[in-house]
């Protein structure tokens, strides 16, 4: 039997803090016809306005937060409409076929690609449990593909069918050319 590697327990972030998004909003958001916002830039457009810590942000119902961003939304569309988008807003404007930025065509473009990867988030709150060559507690553990071995759905199904366990999930961005 080979050994798994050690799942990293959860700490708290020195580095900047990821805002949740949305599940049924589009990676880009058409704002008008060829030009269009990643959904991550209107996500930091939206949390800035709520005046919200990211705390507080993430903790906000998947519903509430779809409804603030689509707040957003229609108002960078009004704005742009009115020719009035503010600069920081159009210095983000892709075009939706490519993701090239649409900033001055005499400038070279660069963009950046994201592989998003699930994380998923284990802890027993009720004491201790080992399941799938795993131990968990009331701290959450932090479990990415890699750590659930050669066959992850097995595991995966394996750590759901335990009633004892919660699991939570997110999903993290890292640039695509770091593999």
């Known amino acids: 039997m080979s050994k798994r590697p050690q799942a990293k327990k959860v700490a708290k972030s020195t580095e900047e803090e990821t805002l949740n998004g949305s599940n049924t909003l589009p990676a880009l958001i058409e704002i008008a016809e060829g030009q269009a916002l990643q959904l991550g830039s209107v996500v930091g457009v939206a949390h800035t306005l709520s005046g919200l810590a990211v705390d507080a942000w993430n903790a906000l119902s998947e519903v509430d937060r779809d409804e603030r961003l689509n707040t957003v939304i229609a108002d960078i ?11 920081e807003i159009k210095g983000k404007l892709v075009d939706p076929s490519t993701g090239a930025l649409l900033a001055d065509p005499e400038e070279p473009q660069e963009f950046e690609m994201m592989v998003a990867e699930q994380v998923l988030i284990v802890s027993a709150p009720g004491g201790p449990r080992r399941r799938a060559g795993f131990s968990f507690g009331p701290v959450p553990v932090e479990l990415r593909a890699e750590d659930l071995g050669d ?29």
């Open 77 to 87: 569309k009004a704005a742009h409409a009115a020719d009035a988008l503010p600069e």
């Open 151 to 179: 066959d992850p759905a097995v595991v995966l199904e394996l750590l759901r069918g335990d009633p004892l366990l919660k699991i939570d999930g997110r999903f993290e961005e890292r640039p695509a050319d770091e593999d």
